[in-house]
């Protein structure tokens, strides 16, 4: 089945099986890498990219359900060769570790932002809830998180 | 990796081209729009339909809003959307309370109204927020369309009134002056299913109950719903005595069953505390 998707910006249109998964789309067809691959049932949140600006988890998406739709990944947070404040605030606060759930972890926290520039800490706890940290480095998550927020309060 | 089966894949462009193509691929299609219940089974092989279609660019499916007295939830409204609702909030505080804790936020943007109450899971939330304030589906078929009362709508675990050639368009609530709802529910880890969850509903007049409705989901109550409980509370003015009372009532008359989410007495247990701490809390919010 023919499906044309906008991701990060470019048009991409491919023949796919109904069966493949958004993820894998993104993965084997794109070779777009940065989105993970991890539990398969909708619980560990790192395969989460954004479909039409609202963050989803991508392997319980079918890619031809993101026919004629936008799909961003976290390869398209960066812009013009600068990073995303979300990016730079898991840089400057050590927000990762092992770095496996960090893309999902961007693109819900982008997605935070975007709705509420100013979250505290439980906003931020309750936007991540979805998504497993497997290192356990949720505090540091929060501290990027909010010093994103704050670098963009203050430009 | 989970891969589901192959199937058939068609996108509906309107309700009418949808039930064309229900009919078209007979009893061994279904109708996809979150997918986050049908997708997880068909990558596990409990579920093999031959067609999915694709439901979610119905726009008509997916209003939310009041029409007279009348609240009404499109089925592809997502769980998001109706979290995100002032005016569902101020009408019926039970259903932000339960979509405060179904899955987890991303979860919540994907997956439907009408997705969780066809698939029909026995510890789903809103089939226990929905038996509590009594709401009326509406289904459209070939033939045209039916309202059924909710608490006739789910036939079993996983089976529903709704027809292989059917769809579940949209949930109907009345809205009536001095009601009050709240939903408590206990669960193992955010986002998890619940071990035990009551709805409440009660609309008091100068302080006598005079119409409740209580929801209970993951304890094995028929249809979701207590009337027993119900119908001791009516006429009865909302003290604690009278809410304990009603709470033993629908924990008795429920059937829970042990699993690893807990032994049996547990949620019994549970089932009468939070139907007490619900109705509580109803009955504040129906004299506010």
């Known amino acids: 089945m023919r499906v044309s998707v906008t991701v990060n910006g470019q048009n991409y249109v491919r023949d796919v099986e109904p069966r493949l998964l958004l993820v894998h789309f993104l993965r084997d067809e794109l070779r777009l890498t940065g989105t993970h691959w991890g539990c398969d049932t909708s619980n560990c949140g790192v395969c989460v990219v954004q479909l039409d600006g609202v963050p989803v988890k991508s392997c319980t998406v079918l890619a031809v359900m993101a026919d004629g739709h936008e799909v961003t990944t976290v390869e398209g947070l960066e812009k013009d060769g600068a990073l995303d404040p979300v990016q730079e605030g898991f840089v400057q606060c050590h927000g990762l570790q092992c770095g496996f759930c960090t893309p999902g972890m961007l693109m819900t926290a982008r997605w935070l932002l975007d709705r509420n520039p100013d979250p505290d800490e439980g906003e931020i706890r309750e936007a991540i809830s979805g998504q497993l940290c497997r290192c356990t480095g949720y505090e540091n998550i929060v501290r990027s998180v909010r010093w994103a927020a704050e670098k963009e309060a203050s430009v | ?288």
């Not at chain 2, 609530?173 to 969850?197: L, M, N, Q, T």
């Not at chain 2, 032994?263 to 504040?284: F, I, M, N, Q, W």
């Open chain 2, 1 to 288: 990796m989970q891969v589901p089966a192959s199937f058939e894949f068609e996108r509906a462009e309107s309700v009418p081209h949808a039930l064309e193509l229900l009919e078209r691929y007979g009893p061994e299609a279904r109708l996809v729009a979150g997918g986050h219940s049908l997708i997880p089974m068909m990558k596990l092989r409990l579920a093999q339909p031959d067609a999915l279609i694709d439901i979610n660019g119905l726009a008509e499916l997916s209003q939310l809003g009041v029409e007279g007295d009348t609240l009404v939830i499109g089925a592809l409204v997502r769980h998001a959307a109706l979290l995100a609702d002032d005016a569902v909030g101020a009408y019926f505080p039970i259903f932000h309370e339960a979509e405060r804790v179904i899955a987890d936020p991303v979860v919540r943007n994907r997956g439907t109204v009408g997705g969780s109450l066809c698939q029909a899971d026995p510890s789903e939330d809103l089939s226990a927020a929905f038996a509590a304030v009594r709401a009326d589906a509406v289904i459209v078929g070939p033939g045209g369309s039916r309202t059924v009362p909710i608490r006739e709508f789910h036939v079993g675990p996983y089976e529903t009134v709704v027809e292989p050639g059917e769809i579940l368009t949209e949930l109907r609530v009345r809205i009536k002056p001095g009601a009050g709802s709240a939903y408590e529910k206990v669960e193992r880890r955010v986002g998890d299913w619940p071990v035990a969850a009551v709805g409440a509903y009660l609309r008091t007049n100068e302080g006598m109950i005079v119409e409740a409705g209580l929801g209970l989901t993951a304890v094995g109550a028929e249809h979701f719903a207590a009337p027993d409980a119900e119908a001791y509370l009516i006429g009865k003015a909302a003290g604690e005595d009278v809410l304990r009372e009603a709470a033993r009532i629908a924990a008795a008359s429920c059937a829970p069953q042990a699993d690893q989410r807990g032994p049996v007495d547990y949620k019994r247990h549970l089932a009468g505390e939070l139907t007490y701490r619900a109705l509580s809390r109803a009955a504040e919010r129906s004299r506010a």
